[in-house]
């Protein structure tokens, strides 16, 4: 019931271990040539440089790496830059027939080493596993952990590819993408399903069913929560998202029993959590073996910045090829600036690291459960597109990183069940502005007063928000240093308690200047979570009915149902309850009928089940807005700034997938919604001996 990867002899791996010996002696006596700060005598010094240095960084570098994790952590891991050029120092100091001139030379050395190291193992296709030092460091590490007899029975890894459709995944299956998953089809020990996700098809909603079973009261990426200072909720946010665990866990999630969260919004009722938003990690804990495995390798960290690198390239070059083929739809100016720079960290830093993490994890073999989230394909395929090169490539540097972990697994004492999935889809399509040339709020304000006070937020921004949330959880660590000094750094960036960067940070400047309206003065409050727009009137505390609109801003409803970018508007009558109103149609949700053409006729099967569920949320918006779906192109669009999106109905964003275990039996279950995901899942981890 494992990933098979390419199997590797014993032959193999001593052959690619001496290929990386080779690369790295090479290197040596490359950069002793080439710097004047570096004297070697010859072949012979050399060959006794790079083994003592390999030697060193196996017994010594686990015990610098342990004793400084705290500012490898928090400088994002360019300390390592510094115990590399030691150890480099230390060789000099020991191997006779070579010299540094000082410790920047040595420094300067390692740097160079590493990153040829990277690239020429990169460009030769050299798992990095079969590294001298990652298998030396690997052993360390487990005996690092103090780990107590393995358990017998199979534990439970989740593989979590954010924002991977079954559609998609079938195209990169038949493509060839994604070998290692194809895999577990050919072999039989697994099967692919389908699930559909509830109507806020997105990552807190998804994931708060998943991971606790209940997702109720989260309509979208933000909602907003009336009273007498209406606050706008976000699922990203670090306080929003302990506070939304807080509401729905009852201690009971899918990982409460022995379980690891990794990289995830929630944690599942684990304990052990890592990079989890709703728990804000101490300093203390980030000691453990997990997420110390990831810095116990001198080359991880230079080995994913070379990575992160090459991937800032490849996006620039993607976004030249689509504007150079004219491919449409595409973003151009969203993917300037800082952006290569943000979706690396995302598609490269946060998956090495996660990846490193679970590979501990499984040779710990600890954990009855683990559940980890990928986000890259999720963050690439907004910008580029849900089949572009780019995102089918993502999706096989993925398909490599589950091939490593099934290979570590496969050397653990013991056994682990793996399944693949995904909280949701995404539909692809030229965005409303792109179509309209006007945004949600814009198409709003021309049909209500002028003088109407309107806060907007139509950006999710997921790639800032993880970078907030690094900032965030740094800023609290009280007993550092480094916390001090980032609170001290950022005190004009705070916000409820929260460092704003990037566009928060530009929107919490305007708030302050008054030059754009904040969510406490506006009397109407728009959101955007993909394809599906929220409005909250926040004069009035309750929500309001489709006969209080009509009276207080007539035009309202009829106008945005008769936009062409609109396919339907849910909202409830005080006479009728909730309707799905469309501009030849209504669908009378209560009484399940419809006059005219249906609204919901392009949508789900379990569309109008989902929207009454909707419905009877406390926070429901006075109009929740989905925009159109259409069929035979496959395509509708977001209300923010992205091509491949997700966040209401309509196509593959509410069509996530299901690669599980044959023995399980859930290629034909029925599955609608988030928590009732949880349930099936649920049932397999209860059944766990023990």
């Known amino acids: 019931m494992a990933i098979r990867g390419p199997h590797i002899t014993t032959a193999q791996w001593l052959g690619r271990t001496l290929l990386i010996w080779l690369i790295e002696l090479m290197t040596v006596i490359v950069v002793a040539a080439a710097l004047g700060g570096v004297q070697l005598a010859g072949l012979w010094p050399a060959v006794q440089f790079t083994a003592f240095v390999g030697i060193l960084n196996a017994l010594l570098w686990p015990v610098l790496a342990r004793l400084t994790l705290p500012f490898l952590v928090f400088s994002f891991g360019f300390f390592t830059f510094l115990l590399n050029g030691l150890i480099f120092w230390i060789g000099g100091q020991f191997v006779p027939g070579i010299h540094f001139n000082n410790y ?40 690092m952990a103090g780990r107590r007899p393995p358990r017998r029975y199979p534990g439970i890894l989740f593989l979590e590819i954010d924002g991977l459709s079954e559609p998609v995944l079938r195209h990169a299956l038949a493509t060839g993408h994604m070998p290692a998953l194809a895999g577990l089809l050919e072999g039989r020990s697994h099967e692919l399903s389908a699930w559909e996700t509830d109507l806020s098809s997105q990552t807190g909603a998804a994931q708060a069913g998943i991971l606790h079973g209940n997702n109720f009261n989260i309509p979208a990426f933000r909602w907003v929560e009336k009273g007498e200072n209406s606050r706008v909720v976000s699922s990203f946010g670090l306080r929003d998202a302990e506070a939304i665990e807080e509401r729905i866990s009852n201690g009971n999630g899918l990982l409460w029993r022995n379980g690891c969260s990794r990289a995830n919004l929630f944690t599942g009722d684990a304990a052990d959590v890592m990079l989890t938003y709703s728990r804000a990690t101490s300093v203390a804990k980030l000691y453990t073996p997990s997420y110390f495995a990831f810095f116990a390798n001198p080359y991880n960290f230079v080995r994913t910045l070379s990575l992160m690198a090459v991937d800032m390239v490849r996006e620039v070059r993607e976004r030249w090829h689509q504007e150079r083929l004219d491919i449409r739809p595409r973003l151009s100016e969203r993917r300037r600036g800082l952006y290569p720079i943000l979706r690396a960290a995302t598609a490269v830093l946060l ?98 007063p002028r003088d109407l006070k309107i806060h907007a937020r139509l950006q999710t921004d997921e790639e800032w928000g993880h970078v907030a949330a690094l900032v965030s959880e740094v800023a609290q660590q009280d007993p550092y240093m480094l916390g001090r000094f980032v609170r001290t750094v950022t005190r004009q960036r705070t916000e409820d308690g929260e460092v704003a960067v990037g566009p928060d940070y530009q929107r919490m400047l305007d708030e302050q200047a008054g030059r754009v309206i904040t969510a406490e003065e506006a009397q109407l409050i728009v959101l955007a979570s993909g394809n599906l727009g929220l409005v909250y009137f926040t004069d009035w505390q309750e929500r309001l009915s489709l006969e209080a609109l009509e009276a207080h801003f007539p035009g309202l ?66 109009l929740l807005i989905n925009s159109f779906y259409d069929p035979v192109a496959d395509e509708a669009c977001a209300f923010e700034e992205l091509i491949g999106f997700h966040g209401g109905l309509g196509g593959g964003q509410n069509r996530p997938f299901l690669l599980s275990p044959v023995a399980w039996q859930l290629r034909n279950e029925s599955i609608v919604g988030a928590e009732q995901l949880y349930r099936v899942l649920k049932r397999q981890v209860d059944a766990m001996p023990g």
Do not use: C, W
């Not at 653990?412 to 399509?429: C, E, K």
């Not at 106008?559 to 030849?584: D, N, T």
């Open 557 to 622: 409803v009829d106008g945005l149902v008769r936009h062409p970018g609109i396919g339907f508007v849910l909202v409830r009558s005080e006479r009728y309850g909730p309707l799905a109103i469309g501009a030849r149609g209504i669908y009378y949700l209560a009484q399940d009928r419809v006059t005219g053409e249906n609204p919901l006729a392009y949508f789900s099967l379990h569309a109008p089940m989902l929207l009454r569920r909707a419905d009877l949320y406390d926070n429901a918006p006075d």
């Open 351 to 448: 998956r090495d690291v996660t990846v490193d993490t679970l590979i501990t994890d499984v040779l710990q073999g600890d954990a009855d459960v683990i559940y980890a989230t990928l986000s890259a394909y999720d963050e690439v395929a907004h910008h580029s597109g849900i089949v572009d090169r780019d995102s089918l490539r993502v999706l096989s540097q993925l398909d490599r990183a589950f091939a490593r972990v099934e290979r570590a697994a496969q050397a653990a004492d013991r056994p682990y069940q793996f399944v693949i999935l995904s909280d949701h889809g995404q539909t692809q399509g030229a965005t409303f502005k792109q179509r309209y040339g006007v945004t949600l709020k814009q198409a709003i304000q021309k049909l209500l």
């Open 104 to 143: 920047g030379y040595a420094l300067l050395a390692a740097v160079v080493v590493t990153v040829a190291n990277t690239t020429i193992s990169g460009l030769l296709t050299i798992d990095e596993d079969a590294s001298f030092y990652r298998s030396v460091l690997q052993r360390a590490t487990r005996r």
